[in-house]
């Protein structure tokens, strides 16, 4: 075991604070990393608060990781010292199911090992990205193209995978008219990328606050839903909507934004269930769908596809010292649009 200095939440809710982990020894397959940067996801604070159940403490949160190899085990093949790599939400899977057959190991049948708030397949409790080093087999490593700053490249471990997977699930490209529900760490990215894939982006937000901004990442167009006008003006507009929000929503006027046949492909999660008429997906074929990041290979692809667009995320560098008053303000939607912290400062 080595000891790594690392920020911890020591119970439910209570601040995190610096500390010190244990990583397991380098083994056969596995690849150190040293953590040059951690994005902070809204997931992270939920997990803290313990907002989606019962969870690990102390936790060390952070599944958006960039940084650089440091050390690699006698098997690894596909890293060496000195690699530019990233690490998102998943650390291991069961690697025989159909789904990980596939690529998508999101789906394990077995769950796929989180890297963070979990335990993995030997029991241990996994800590995350908030550390300067972290140990991960090499078949859950990603590479960073070298155009792309660590930095704007570690949200991208979630925030990017989370919205590309869905935009090419439901086809989002040239000729087809896609919303992005929500302008913040996960939306920015949505519609940076739907940009790039070449579709019709428009942007749903509450406000008309962040209008500039998302026009300039590529939006073509820009609506508040807090103005009942847009309902009607939209209506049966859309092929896809990706909705990034994790407050509760009216599905039913969603829906009805939907061209036949459209998606509304959720990948933010409220607490609370929520509740919708189904005559609002029965009427035009319209599918509800859900959307969990993405698997390896193509977390791979979106690394590649966003260096070759030049996409990183719009972020805001902060010390380790600053991530309890950051969690504030990602929870007043005071962050524009992904606060990563620097892991040097741990
Ligand atoms: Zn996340
Ligand atoms: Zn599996």
């Not at 949160?61 to 990233?86: K, L, N, W």
């Not at 979990?118 to 090499?138: F, H, S």
């Not at 590529?218 to 939209?234: C, I, M």
């Amino acid at each position: 075991m080595t000891t790594v200095a690392a920020y911890a939440a020591p119970a439910a809710k209570a601040p995190l604070e610096r500390t010190t982990i244990e990583r397991r020894e380098v083994g056969e397959h596995d690849v150190s990393i040293d953590i040059r940067f951690a994005g902070i996801c809204h997931t992270d604070i939920h997990q803290v608060r313990e907002g989606w159940g019962d969870a690990i403490f102390p936790m060390v949160p952070g599944h958006e990781i960039a940084g650089v190899v440091s050390e690699v085990g006698p098997g690894v093949t596909r890293f060496a010292v000195g690699d530019r790599v990233g690490v998102g939400c998943m650390v291991d899977s069961c690697r025989e199911c159909d789904h990980c057959r596939a690529g998508r190991e999101q789906y394990c049948d077995s769950g796929m090992t989180d890297t963070y708030n979990a335990l993995d397949r030997n029991g241990q409790p996994t800590y995350g990205g908030y550390a300067r080093r972290i140990v991960v087999d090499e078949n859950y490593v990603l590479r960073i193209p070298d155009s792309l700053g660590l930095d704007v490249a570690a949200p991208l471990l979630c925030a990017g995978i989370t919205t590309y997977s869905p935009l090419r699930r439901w086809g989002a490209g040239p000729g087809t008219k896609v919303a992005i529900l929500g302008m913040g760490g996960l939306g920015h990215m949505g519609v940076k990328i739907a940009h790039a894939l070449g579709a019709e982006v428009t942007v749903l937000s509450q406000s008309l606050r962040k209008r500039d901004d998302g026009l300039k990442m590529g939006a073509d167009h820009y609506y508040a839903t807090a103005d009942p006008k847009t309902f009607d003006e939209l209506r049966g507009t859309f092929d896809l909507i990706v909705s990034t929000v994790s407050a509760p929503l009216n599905l039913d006027s969603y829906l009805s934004l939907l061209r036949p046949e459209g998606t509304l492909a959720n990948v933010g999660a409220p607490e609370e269930p929520v509740s919708l008429n189904l005559f609002s997906v029965i009427g035009g074929g319209r599918g509800l769908a859900g959307s969990m990041i993405g698997g390896i290979a193509e977390t791979q692809e979106m690394l590649d596809f966003c260096a070759g667009h030049g996409i990183g995320a719009e972020i805001e560098l902060i010390a380790a010292d600053g991530i309890n008053e950051a969690y504030e303000r990602v929870m007043s939607s005071d962050v524009r649009y992904r606060f990563v912290i620097d892991t040097a400062t741990i």
